[in-house]
Protein backbone atom coordinates (compact mmCIF):
# COMPACT_ATOMS: atom_id res chain seq x y z
CA UNK A 1 0.00 0.00 0.00
CA UNK A 2 2.90 2.40 0.45
CA UNK A 3 4.14 1.90 -2.67
CA UNK A 4 0.67 2.57 -4.47
CA UNK A 5 0.70 5.76 -2.49
CA UNK A 6 4.19 6.79 -3.29
CA UNK A 7 2.89 6.54 -7.14
CA UNK A 8 -0.01 8.59 -6.89
CA UNK A 9 1.29 10.95 -4.80
CA UNK A 10 4.14 11.34 -7.65
CA UNK A 11 1.17 10.96 -10.23
CA UNK A 12 -0.39 13.93 -8.63
CA UNK A 13 2.55 16.24 -8.40
CA UNK A 14 3.11 15.11 -12.13
CA UNK A 15 -0.14 16.56 -13.20
CA UNK A 16 0.28 19.60 -11.03
CA UNK A 17 3.91 20.43 -13.06
CA UNK A 18 2.38 19.62 -16.34
CA UNK A 19 -0.11 21.57 -15.97
CA UNK A 20 1.94 24.56 -14.81
CA UNK A 21 4.43 23.65 -18.15
CA UNK A 22 1.21 23.75 -20.19
CA UNK A 23 0.21 27.19 -19.44
CA UNK A 24 3.63 28.77 -19.43
CA UNK A 25 4.97 27.71 -22.96
CA UNK A 26 1.94 29.88 -24.35
CA UNK A 27 0.44 32.09 -21.53
CA UNK A 28 -1.12 34.24 -23.83
CA UNK A 29 -3.75 31.88 -24.44
CA UNK A 30 -4.62 31.54 -21.14
CA UNK A 31 -4.82 35.32 -20.17
CA UNK A 32 -7.43 35.71 -23.51
CA UNK A 33 -9.20 32.52 -22.12
CA UNK A 34 -9.53 33.56 -18.23
CA UNK A 35 -11.29 36.84 -19.94
CA UNK A 36 -13.46 35.05 -22.43
CA UNK A 37 -15.02 32.76 -19.43
CA UNK A 38 -15.80 35.89 -17.17
CA UNK A 39 -13.20 34.52 -14.88
CA UNK A 40 -11.48 38.07 -14.83
CA UNK A 41 -12.55 41.31 -16.11
CA UNK A 42 -9.64 41.80 -18.89
CA UNK A 43 -6.61 40.73 -20.20
CA UNK A 44 -4.28 42.52 -18.18
CA UNK A 45 -6.03 41.24 -14.85
CA UNK A 46 -5.55 37.54 -17.16
CA UNK A 47 -2.08 38.41 -17.41
CA UNK A 48 -1.48 38.38 -13.73
CA UNK A 49 -3.67 35.60 -12.65
CA UNK A 50 -1.89 33.52 -15.38
CA UNK A 51 1.37 33.65 -13.34
CA UNK A 52 -0.45 33.51 -10.40
CA UNK A 53 -1.92 29.79 -11.55
CA UNK A 54 1.33 28.56 -13.00
CA UNK A 55 3.45 29.59 -9.77
CA UNK A 56 0.81 27.98 -7.44
CA UNK A 57 0.63 25.06 -9.66
CA UNK A 58 4.77 24.70 -9.62
CA UNK A 59 4.40 25.44 -6.24
CA UNK A 60 1.86 22.02 -5.57
CA UNK A 61 3.94 19.83 -7.09
CA UNK A 62 7.25 20.56 -5.69
CA UNK A 63 5.57 19.96 -2.40
CA UNK A 64 3.96 16.69 -3.10
CA UNK A 65 7.06 15.81 -4.87
CA UNK A 66 9.07 16.55 -2.25
CA UNK A 67 6.63 15.52 0.78
CA UNK A 68 6.65 19.27 1.69
CA UNK A 69 3.37 19.42 4.36
CA UNK A 70 1.62 17.17 2.21
CA UNK A 71 -1.39 16.86 4.49
CA UNK A 72 -1.86 21.00 3.80
CA UNK A 73 -0.66 20.41 0.32
CA UNK A 74 -3.35 17.59 -0.37
CA UNK A 75 -6.55 19.62 1.48
CA UNK A 76 -5.34 22.51 -0.62
CA UNK A 77 -5.32 20.95 -3.46
CA UNK A 78 -8.57 18.81 -2.86
CA UNK A 79 -10.82 22.06 -2.47
CA UNK A 80 -8.86 23.77 -5.78
CA UNK A 81 -9.98 20.79 -7.45
CA UNK A 82 -13.56 21.37 -6.07
CA UNK A 83 -13.49 24.87 -7.10
CA UNK A 84 -11.96 24.21 -11.05
CA UNK A 85 -14.88 21.75 -11.22
CA UNK A 86 -17.52 24.04 -10.34
CA UNK A 87 -16.58 26.66 -12.89
CA UNK A 88 -16.60 23.71 -15.27
CA UNK A 89 -19.99 22.28 -14.79
CA UNK A 90 -20.70 26.42 -15.24
CA UNK A 91 -19.43 25.73 -18.61
CA UNK A 92 -20.92 22.67 -19.62
CA UNK A 93 -24.14 24.49 -18.38
CA UNK A 94 -23.79 27.26 -20.87
CA UNK A 95 -23.27 25.18 -23.53
CA UNK A 96 -19.73 25.59 -24.27
CA UNK A 97 -17.78 23.08 -25.91
CA UNK A 98 -14.30 25.01 -26.84
CA UNK A 99 -10.70 24.30 -24.93
CA UNK A 100 -10.97 25.07 -21.29
CA UNK A 101 -7.28 25.74 -21.38
CA UNK A 102 -6.92 23.34 -18.42
CA UNK A 103 -3.67 22.35 -20.26
CA UNK A 104 -3.03 25.47 -22.43
CA UNK A 105 -3.05 24.91 -25.84
CA UNK A 106 -0.92 21.63 -25.96
CA UNK A 107 -4.22 19.48 -24.83
CA UNK A 108 -7.13 20.80 -26.25
CA UNK A 109 -10.10 19.52 -23.79
CA UNK A 110 -13.57 20.31 -23.75
CA UNK A 111 -15.17 21.21 -20.04
CA UNK A 112 -16.58 18.19 -20.28
CA UNK A 113 -13.69 15.90 -20.52
CA UNK A 114 -11.97 18.35 -18.28
CA UNK A 115 -14.29 17.64 -15.80
CA UNK A 116 -13.60 13.93 -16.17
CA UNK A 117 -10.16 14.79 -15.42
CA UNK A 118 -11.41 16.55 -11.86
CA UNK A 119 -13.26 13.71 -10.96
CA UNK A 120 -10.14 11.47 -10.87
CA UNK A 121 -7.41 13.79 -9.77
CA UNK A 122 -10.16 13.90 -6.58
CA UNK A 123 -10.80 10.74 -6.12
CA UNK A 124 -6.32 10.10 -6.18
CA UNK A 125 -6.51 12.97 -3.92
CA UNK A 126 -9.19 11.58 -1.42
CA UNK A 127 -7.59 8.06 -1.35
CA UNK A 128 -4.05 9.93 -0.54
CA UNK A 129 -5.80 12.06 2.46
CA UNK A 130 -6.65 8.83 3.79
CA UNK A 131 -3.03 8.06 4.93
CA UNK A 132 -1.37 9.65 7.70
CA UNK A 133 1.77 11.90 7.22
CA UNK A 134 3.62 12.63 10.59
CA UNK A 135 6.99 12.24 9.00
CA UNK A 136 6.36 14.60 5.72
CA UNK A 137 9.00 17.49 5.66
CA UNK A 138 7.84 20.82 7.06
CA UNK A 139 10.68 23.09 6.03
CA UNK A 140 9.83 26.81 6.53
CA UNK A 141 11.20 27.69 3.06
CA UNK A 142 8.20 26.05 1.45
CA UNK A 143 6.41 29.27 2.22
CA UNK A 144 8.87 31.70 0.94
CA UNK A 145 9.04 28.93 -2.70
CA UNK A 146 5.43 30.58 -3.57
CA UNK A 147 5.93 34.34 -3.95
CA UNK A 148 9.42 33.19 -5.29
CA UNK A 149 8.11 31.32 -8.01
CA UNK A 150 5.31 34.21 -8.49
CA UNK A 151 8.15 36.79 -8.92
CA UNK A 152 10.36 34.01 -11.21
CA UNK A 153 6.67 33.62 -13.42
CA UNK A 154 6.89 37.20 -13.94
CA UNK A 155 10.30 38.10 -14.83
CA UNK A 156 10.30 35.23 -17.17
CA UNK A 157 6.94 36.21 -19.01
CA UNK A 158 6.49 39.79 -18.42
CA UNK A 159 3.28 41.37 -17.94
CA UNK A 160 3.13 43.42 -21.19
CA UNK A 161 1.45 47.10 -20.08
CA UNK A 162 2.70 49.70 -22.63
CA UNK A 163 1.03 49.42 -26.34
CA UNK A 164 4.65 50.26 -27.91
CA UNK A 165 6.21 46.92 -26.71
CA UNK A 166 4.46 45.41 -29.45
CA UNK A 167 6.35 46.89 -31.70
CA UNK A 168 9.43 44.50 -30.66
CA UNK A 169 8.04 41.88 -31.02
CA UNK A 170 6.74 42.42 -35.08
CA UNK A 171 9.35 39.84 -37.28
CA UNK A 172 11.91 41.15 -39.72
CA UNK A 173 10.68 41.69 -43.01
CA UNK A 174 13.25 40.94 -45.91
CA UNK A 175 15.61 44.06 -46.94
CA UNK A 176 13.88 44.07 -50.76
CA UNK A 177 10.93 44.31 -49.04
CA UNK A 178 11.15 47.99 -48.06
CA UNK A 179 9.44 47.29 -45.20
CA UNK A 180 10.89 48.98 -42.00
CA UNK A 181 8.15 49.35 -39.00
CA UNK A 182 10.87 51.79 -37.42
CA UNK A 183 10.60 54.52 -40.33
CA UNK A 184 7.16 55.26 -41.95
CA UNK A 185 3.49 54.48 -41.41
CA UNK A 186 2.06 50.92 -41.64
CA UNK A 187 -1.47 49.35 -40.67
CA UNK A 188 -0.01 45.99 -39.72
CA UNK A 189 -3.19 43.67 -39.01
CA UNK A 190 -2.69 40.39 -36.85
CA UNK A 191 -4.52 37.83 -38.18
CA UNK A 192 -5.74 33.81 -37.32
CA UNK A 193 -5.86 32.52 -40.97
CA UNK A 194 -8.82 30.26 -40.04
CA UNK A 195 -10.73 33.05 -38.25
CA UNK A 196 -13.55 34.34 -40.11
CA UNK A 197 -13.68 37.55 -38.09
CA UNK A 198 -10.01 38.14 -39.38
CA UNK A 199 -11.13 37.33 -42.77
CA UNK A 200 -13.87 39.91 -42.61
CA UNK A 201 -11.08 42.17 -41.60
CA UNK A 202 -8.51 41.83 -44.19
CA UNK A 203 -11.51 42.37 -47.14
CA UNK A 204 -12.76 45.42 -45.49
CA UNK A 205 -9.22 46.82 -45.59
CA UNK A 206 -9.08 45.86 -48.93
CA UNK A 207 -12.67 47.31 -50.12
CA UNK A 208 -11.24 50.70 -48.59
CA UNK A 209 -8.19 50.61 -50.50
CA UNK A 210 -10.41 49.76 -53.86
CA UNK A 211 -12.87 52.67 -52.81
CA UNK A 212 -9.90 55.44 -53.17
CA UNK A 213 -9.47 55.64 -49.12
CA UNK A 214 -5.86 56.34 -48.76
CA UNK A 215 -4.16 54.33 -45.83
CA UNK A 216 -0.98 53.35 -44.80
CA UNK A 217 0.52 50.34 -46.38
CA UNK A 218 -1.08 47.18 -44.64
CA UNK A 219 0.95 44.72 -44.07
CA UNK A 220 -0.17 41.09 -42.49
CA UNK A 221 1.50 39.01 -39.76
CA UNK A 222 -0.27 35.76 -39.86
CA UNK A 223 -0.76 33.04 -37.39
CA UNK A 224 -1.65 29.35 -38.75
CA UNK A 225 -4.37 27.84 -37.16
CA UNK A 226 -6.20 24.79 -38.40
CA UNK A 227 -5.95 23.85 -42.54
CA UNK A 228 -6.41 26.74 -43.45
CA UNK A 229 -3.35 27.73 -46.17
CA UNK A 230 -2.20 32.08 -46.68
CA UNK A 231 -3.13 30.88 -50.36
CA UNK A 232 -6.81 30.15 -49.33
CA UNK A 233 -6.60 33.09 -46.80
CA UNK A 234 -5.86 35.28 -49.42
CA UNK A 235 -8.38 33.57 -51.97
CA UNK A 236 -11.42 33.57 -49.00
CA UNK A 237 -10.46 37.80 -48.89
CA UNK A 238 -9.03 38.59 -51.65
CA UNK A 239 -5.89 40.05 -51.01
CA UNK A 240 -2.92 39.82 -51.22
CA UNK A 241 -1.13 41.86 -48.32
CA UNK A 242 2.65 41.14 -47.79
CA UNK A 243 2.89 39.03 -44.62
CA UNK A 244 5.19 36.94 -42.12
CA UNK A 245 4.40 34.02 -40.33
CA UNK A 246 4.40 34.44 -36.23
CA UNK A 247 3.68 31.53 -33.52
CA UNK A 248 1.61 31.25 -31.01
CA UNK A 249 2.93 32.94 -28.14
CA UNK A 250 3.55 36.16 -30.61
CA UNK A 251 0.21 35.69 -31.91
CA UNK A 252 -1.83 36.30 -28.19
CA UNK A 253 1.42 38.81 -27.26
CA UNK A 254 -0.10 40.68 -30.05
CA UNK A 255 -3.80 40.50 -29.71
CA UNK A 256 -5.97 42.13 -27.21
CA UNK A 257 -8.79 39.61 -26.11
CA UNK A 258 -9.45 38.22 -29.70
CA UNK A 259 -8.55 38.54 -33.03
CA UNK A 260 -8.31 40.63 -34.90
CA UNK A 261 -5.99 43.54 -33.82
CA UNK A 262 -4.98 46.07 -36.51
CA UNK A 263 -2.22 48.52 -35.16
CA UNK A 264 -1.85 51.92 -36.88
CA UNK A 265 2.51 52.30 -36.57
CA UNK A 266 4.34 55.82 -37.05
CA UNK A 267 8.34 55.36 -37.21
CA UNK A 268 8.21 52.11 -34.84
CA UNK A 269 5.68 53.61 -32.52
CA UNK A 270 2.03 52.36 -32.09
CA UNK A 271 -0.30 55.28 -32.67
CA UNK A 272 -3.22 53.74 -32.31
CA UNK A 273 -5.11 50.09 -32.77
CA UNK A 274 -8.34 48.25 -33.36
CA UNK A 275 -9.47 45.69 -32.01
CA UNK A 276 -11.85 42.85 -33.85
CA UNK A 277 -14.13 45.64 -35.81
CA UNK A 278 -13.26 47.80 -38.38
CA UNK A 279 -15.88 50.76 -38.12
CA UNK A 280 -16.38 54.64 -37.76
CA UNK A 281 -14.09 55.25 -35.69
CA UNK A 282 -11.01 53.54 -38.09
CA UNK A 283 -13.04 55.56 -40.90
CA UNK A 284 -12.65 58.98 -39.80
CA UNK A 285 -9.10 58.48 -38.70
CA UNK A 286 -7.69 57.83 -42.76
CA UNK A 287 -11.07 59.58 -44.38
CA UNK A 288 -12.32 62.15 -42.04
Not at 44 to 55: D, F, H, N, V
Not at 175 to 203: K, M, P, R, T, W
Not at 256 to 280: A, C, F, N
Request: hydrophobic content about 50%.
Amino acid sequence: MGHLRTFLQLFLAATFLFSAYTKAIAPGFFEVLLEQQGIVPNRLYGAWATRAIIALEIWLGICLLLSFYVRFVLRFSFALLIVFSIHLGYLIAVGETGNCGCFGEMISMTPLASLGKNLILLVVNGFLLCFRYKGSKKPKITWALLPLLFGAAVVIWPVQTQPDEVVEKFPAFEQNSGIDFSQGEYLVAILNLGCEHCQEAAQQLAEWQNQGIELPEVVALFFAEGDTTVDAFNTITNTNYPYQMIDVNTFFDLIGSSPPRVYWIQDGGVKHYWDETLGDDFLTTFAP
